[in-house]
């Protein structure tokens, strides 16, 4: 009796053990599964680029372009939008001139030269915002659900316009630029930067609702057009009518871009972390017909379309 119980011990004992290694290798198997489809995700949203002109917005993964031909895998055209009043729809989006990934990339920001700015859900292509900017060449997110346009040359622009998310129709503070054309947030600094026809300048956020100008650069050049954080976040790029520049947040310097391949009235630049720019240079007046990326080169067609700008999509 004493050997037959000794017995069913030892077998319940094996099977506690056996138990515990068919959980650990599903534990593991989970656990590995979860990383590499999040590892995949996050590889398959670092090869996706915006890249917006005309009416329209696209979502293009890069990785999956065949050669010179883009995979398109997501459109928003303003002249299909049904939750803007028509003046929207057939006007003010006409020239689509950036669009910026934001919110963990469930939205995209959309300014348009031909008077509107707004943002749209990646999901149902809702539009959640929109306001009338002259000539609005960027838009960027601030804390507290703000909106901050850049309006350029018009007899109602030249400046900075901010604007509350949940009320759209009242401009809450403004501040003369001469042809605004980029804004962008550093959450590290607190700080905006905007940049002008000849000036980078850095602001603070003051009672949520205005801007105070904290110091300013003359640009090595006129014209500015592009500007965009480099992946370092101590650098900011920008572009200007002969060219392209780095610009210092620690020594307030600008420098070239180490072997970039400059030219002048670059409208776009943007780098992702593992060093490849992507950027657009016109062919005809201020539109390309191409997609250009450096280290390593490749280049996309967009035959049917007047292409402005181009972003890396960042989801993050």
Not at 2 to 22: A, P
Not at 201 to 212: F, H
Request: charged share 20%.
């Amino acid at each position: 009796m004493k050997t037959q119980n000794l017995s069913i011990v030892n077998e319940f004992r094996l099977f506690i053990v056996k138990s515990l290694m068919i959980i650990s290798l599903i534990f593991l198997f989970s656990f590995f599964s979860c990383n590499n489809s999040n590892s995949s995700d996050t590889q398959k949203n670092e090869n996706l680029i915006l890249v917006c002109g005309d009416s329209k917005v696209l979502l293009v993964n890069h990785s999956n372009s065949n050669d010179s031909i883009p995979e398109i895998i997501w459109t928003w055209d303003a002249h299909d939008a049904t939750d803007m009043p028509a003046e929207f729809v057939t006007k003010k989006f006409n020239s689509i001139d950036d669009c910026k990934a934001i919110n963990k990339g469930t939205q995209i920001m959309v300014s348009s030269s031909s008077g509107g700015v707004a943002i749209v859900n990646i999901d149902d292509k809702k539009v959640v915002f929109y306001s009338e900017v002259p000539n609005a060449h960027s838009i960027e997110i601030l804390p507290g659900n703000k909106i901050i346009a850049a309006a350029s040359t018009h007899d109602k622009g030249n400046k900075l316009m901010l604007f509350d998310i949940t009320n759209p129709e009242k401009l809450l503070f403004s501040d003369s630029l001469y042809s605004a054309h980029g804004v962008v947030w550093d959450a590290d600094r607190n700080s905006l930067f905007a940049l002008g026809y000849d000036v980078l300048r850095e602001y603070k956020i003051v009672n949520e609702i205005k801007l105070v100008l904290k110091d300013e650069w003359k640009i090595p050049g006129i014209s500015g057009h592009d500007l965009q954080k480099a992946p370092d976040g101590d650098q900011l790029f920008i572009t200007e009518h002969t060219g392209s520049w780095i610009f210092s947040k620690k020594d307030f310097q600008f420098r070239k871009i180490d072997n970039f391949p400059d030219a002048s009235d670059i409208k776009s630049i943007n780098q992702n972390k593992y060093g490849q720019f992507v950027f657009t240079v016109p062919e005809e007046s201020w539109w390309t017909y191409h997609v250009r990326f450096y280290n390593p080169e490749a280049v996309l067609a967009f035959p049917d379309m007047h292409v402005y700008k181009v972003r890396w999509f960042e989801s993050n």
